[in-house]
């Protein structure tokens, strides 16, 4: 995961246009696969690492852990260790994190409609070139 340089033009437009525009700076703050299917995971509940690790296998644990430590950074989730032997972590949602339901409900909606639409016009496509 490679930072952009704070003195590079693209930096200055990302950050002109996260401070300008509220969808945007939602969009950066939870944008990206990981993130995203992080908190859809979470949505249902406390989950530990490895249990996030097997819903998410394509992740490497690194990933997930820089991941986790973004969205904590960002108060979208908390961690909670437990002083047990071995010990025992959990995330689950913040309350701001928890507000984030209803829209990935609609981002699931949506998205299983458009894969519909694109299914579609695939097959139609498809069609047309026989």
């Keep these: 995961m490679t930072k952009i340089k704070e003195t590079s033009t693209n930096f200055a437009n990302k950050k002109a246009l996260s401070d300008e525009c509220p ?40 990933m997930l852990t820089l991941q986790l430590r973004r969205l904590e950074k960002d ?23 928890y507000k984030l339901k209803p829209i990935i409900l609609e981002f699931e909606k949506w998205g299983i409609e458009h894969k519909a639409m ?6 139609v496509d498809g069609l047309k070139k026989s």
């Design 23 to 62: 969808e945007i700076y939602a969009s950066n703050t939870i944008g990206g696969q990981w993130a995203l299917a992080i908190c859809c995971y979470l949505i249902d509940g406390k989950l530990r690492f490895g249990e996030l690790r097997k819903k998410l296998n394509n992740i490497t644990e690194r």
């Design 118 to 123: 694109m299914t579609q016009k695939q097959e």
């Design 75 to 97: 108060r979208i989730i908390t961690r909670k260790v437990y002083a047990e032997v071995p010990p025992r972590v959990e995330y689950e949602l913040t309350e701001i994190g």
